[in-house]
């Protein structure tokens, strides 16, 4: 009796790993299935070909689809891209769509598609696609009509743009081209250019910019830093253009060591030392001149301007009188 329980109990074992196998075994294999959006069309119409593969995750297969055409009457139009996604027990599910049409009436039943599972190879279920003509009723006329007329597109800017373009571009140079002829006609420069204003000399200059430094009372609203700059800098320009030193680029104290040497600046030197003292203080050392201050220091660069100004020399009064006949000459000759 013990006998006969451990033989079934060692059959009853046996059986349930035969089927753990046998489920082990199923479950490595490789399906592919297809089937048809439409299994009925017309000539030139266009279907799906819904292709769907199982297969264990970790296995590398490779799907064989036609390029061109699925067989002899069965063209494809276009293959989308693999979609893959995990599934239950470990499985991959890959899904493609091939779009397909057909030119000629047929029933046509489709080769079935490959997949490639190491030394296997897995073919598909076929299914049928049946291509149909259009039904005409011959008998009937009204049934037949005549080619449409060509259908004109709608009105778009943009088509006409480079036709706009070209037209204005056209109109540009012959403008350009027309001006440039009339000013060489004319004996005129192609570019007509505007006359410099003649340089004031050194000394004009100077008196106008502390004019303008004078008028916009800049130490009276607490900018002295600013006061001192313009005064020190309007100096500056006129000691490069009158003495021919590089005086921007030199400290104060090198400006002074060369103005003592010039014997025309003798009365003024003091005058100068008191202005670039001053500004040093007031733009190194934030000092806050008095009014008083200010004012001499204004007056100081007026001074210093005067005294050491060059005399412009006058044209000569044969030059202007020569001049004066030539206008008279030319207005007797008009009349």
């Known amino acids: 009796m013990q006998m006969k329980i451990f033989k079934q109990s060692i059959l009853f074992l046996i059986f349930i790993q035969c089927l753990f196998v046998g ?3 199923f479950a490595q294999r490789t399906l592919i299935d297809v089937k048809l959006d439409s299994a009925a069309i017309l000539i030139g119409e266009q279907t799906l070909l819904h292709l769907t593969v199982t297969t264990d995750k970790d296995k590398n297969v490779q799907l064989i689809i036609p390029g061109d055409t699925l067989m ?32 000629d009436s047929a029933l046509y039943l489709l080769p079935p598609l490959r997949v490639i599972d190491g030394p296997d190879t ?35 800017l943009a088509d006409y743009y480079p036709w706009i373009f070209g037209i204005l571009t056209t ?25 410099e204003e003649p340089k004031l000399p050194p000394h004009e200059q100077a008196i106008k910019d502390l004019d303008q430094i004078k008028q916009q009372k800049l130490w009276q609203q607490g900018r ?18 009158r003495f021919d030193i590089n005086a921007m680029e030199m400290t104060s104290g090198e400006i002074l060591d060369i103005i003592r040497k010039e014997s025309e600046a003798d009365s003024v030197y003091k005058n100068l030392k008191q202005i670039l003292n001053l500004s040093d203080f007031v733009k190194f050392a934030k000092w806050s001149p008095l009014p008083d201050e200010n004012d001499l220091s204004m007056m100081n660069a007026y001074l210093f301007v005067n005294q050491t100004k060059q005399a412009v020399i006058a044209p000569p009064e044969t030059d202007k009188v020569a001049e004066t006949d030539n206008t008279n000459d030319s207005l007797t000759t008009k009349e």
């Open 171 to 195: 109109l540009f140079l012959i403008c350009v081209i027309g001006y440039i002829v009339q000013r060489l006609r004319n004996k005129k420069p192609v570019l007509p250019f505007k006359k």
């Open 224 to 241: 002295n830093k600013e006061y001192y700059t313009l005064i020190t800098d309007t100096l500056r320009r006129y000691i490069v253009e």
């Open 122 to 156: 897995v073919l598909s279920n076929q299914v049928a696609l049946k291509v149909s003509t259009i039904p005409v009723d011959v008998d009937n006329p009204e049934e037949f009509y005549d080619i449409k007329h060509v259908w004109k597109p709608p009105f778009v």
């Open 72 to 103: 002899r009457g069965v063209e494809v139009l276009n293959l989308s891209k693999p979609d893959s996604s995990i599934i239950e027990n470990n499985r991959l599910l890959i899904k493609q769509d091939i779009l397909i049409t057909s030119f």
């Open 23 to 25: 489920n082990n075994v």
